[in-house]
């Protein structure tokens, strides 16, 4: 898009989450609340993002590292006063600049995308992101003149009872004019029931002075949640989880209980597989198509399963490969592992990949048969069209074609008992 800045106000303190840590480092679903909003910020063409930390700043900079540019807020003044914290990194710039909540992390890239459109195609000095909900409570209210253009935003604590009836709220996102914001931030003042800088008041200010002021509705009004609480960041971790499935399945995967699928970022599943419950598939696995997942499997970083693949109950997997048509029904554990095409790997199966200081590697050919409960004690490869017996510890690479078998012989002792 270009020529677009964000400012992420995250100075808050979070008192209700009741946590030692700055707010917006707390994960949800996998990743820090900030690092969620400065990615949607990139994924909408954003490429220049300030963020104004204040508490615990440290932790934030930590999170974020060097991806954006950083502004500090002394003191807590409103949100007016945290966006003139950015003033020194804008004010030699032009375009548009768009304000996000650290702690708003499920709106969706391309409702920023739209926001800036919106924005630019209408000339529009100030576009507010806004939400129609049946209870505002808390929200600060739009209010629109008998033409339905947006004349200000008043807080709940300032509102009148009239006021407070409007249900439509404002989502506390904006994309403004960069010059001019700044121009509108110099005339704010705490003059409120807070006592705080409000950003809102840019909207009246801009009116006033005869700007071009515009909202736009979201659409889907659980994007602009917020977290303040554990129970918001559940409830948000629930709504982005059922976000993320619901675009698996448009994709052609069948998830049978999609309350109980825990599909992370930046998975990737071919159509026809079908997850089943209780299944837990992490950031940036590949599965392929009609593969049949889960009950109960635990898919790790850094897997790659092609299709046809069967991965069955109690079974986790962990940077393992695993080729065309494989299976591993039960009870297992792959780590560290390649699992050749069309090979069938026995109920409590493992790899033993870890000695207690190193991960090692498993390797097994095409089309072998690995019997039940075998320990393939890595580093150690296998090769194709083989068998192990079940019951072997493998220590030792086992050649193509060869059946394996490393247990103890079975000796009875006839009569023993009675003696
Ligand atoms: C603000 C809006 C309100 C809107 C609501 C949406 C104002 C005056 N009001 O409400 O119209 O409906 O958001 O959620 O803007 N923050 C700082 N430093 C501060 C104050 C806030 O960094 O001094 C950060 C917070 O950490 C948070 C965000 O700004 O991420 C919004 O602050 P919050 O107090 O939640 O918003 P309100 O002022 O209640
Ligand atoms: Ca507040």
Known sequence: MGNITAIVL???KGTRMKTNKAKVVHKIYGKELIKRVVETAFDAGIDDIITVVGYKKEEVEEVLGDSVTYAYQEELLGTGHTTMQAIPYLKDKTGKV????????IVRPETIKKLI??????????TVLTAIVNNPTGYGRIIRDNEGHVKSIVEERDATDEERTIKEINSGIYCFDIQELLLALEKITPNNAQGEYYLTDVIKIMNEKGLKVGAMIVEDNTEILGVNDRAQLEMLTRLLRIRINQEHMENGVTIEDTNNTYIYDDVKIGKDTIIHP???????????ENCEIGPNAYIRESCIIADNV???????VKKAIIGEGAKVPHLSYMGDCEIGKKTNIGCGTITCNYDGFKKSKTKIGNNSFVGSNVNFIAPVTIGDNTIIAAGSTITDDVPADSLSIARERQLNKEGWNKK
């Open 10 to 12: 995250a100075a808050g």
């Open 98 to 105: 768009v304000i996000l909540y650290g702690d708003v992390p």
């Open 278 to 288: 209780n299944t837990t598939i992490k950031s940036g696995v590949i599965i392929g």
């Open 310 to 316: 069967k991965i069955g109950s109690f079974v986790e």
């Open 117 to 126: 459109e919106k924005s630019v195609k209408c000339e529009e000095h100030a």
